[in-house]
């Protein structure tokens, strides 16, 4: 099956102005340590707070709305219709929250935080795929490197991640996706992986979601090649 990375437009023709949403309101303060910007691939819960979006002035409103507000980093941010078709959908690793988003005359519509918990490397064609370390500006590839399975790159990651604890943050090394295989027998529609170079956390759909969300006329969507 072939896969393609779904992200927000930055096409101004289309969304008016980017982002869409530079202001948001917090049921507390953004530094509160329930607050949602503080989840980095975990599952929220009861206790997390979730912000509303506000549409700047300039901005169109579309289904995928491009963001720059704290906690909506390595998100998605999508229309209630939108949300519906990717609930529906075969995915794993994906959690739905509700909110709103806040329009130019201070109405509110529903709108939905998709945010990824889960790192689907059980799908990952390992031997395919290609890593890099970088240089923690993610300027320079310093070295190619590989893995022949989920466990060896489990294991190098995590040390990777302790290493920049460890030893000087100057020198660390960046350990990334730099090109995504899948496996043939991969057979979800929508997910997550990181850490990916051109993105960090990436959202993945499978062509026949593609062509479903391209018939529903969507906006605000981009979709790219998997590895672009």
Known sequence: MKYFRITYSSDDNEIGFFPQVQAGTVPTTIDDFNFI??????????KTLIPKGHLNIRARKTDLISTSFPGFSGKLFVSAELNEILTATKSKGIQHLKTSLVLQDYSEEEY?????????????????????LMDRMLIHVLKEVHFENQEDFLEAYKQNRQDAIEKSYSDHKVLLFEKVAIKDDCNLDFFSLSPVRNSAICFFVSEKLKTTLEKARFTGITFKEMNT
Do not use: H, Q, R, T
């Open 37 to 46: 910007g503080y989840l980095i691939f975990e599952e929220a819960n009861s």
């Open 112 to 132: 939905w935080i998709i945010n990824p918990y889960l790192n689907s490397l059980e799908f990952i064609d390992f031997p395919k795929s290609e890593f890099v």
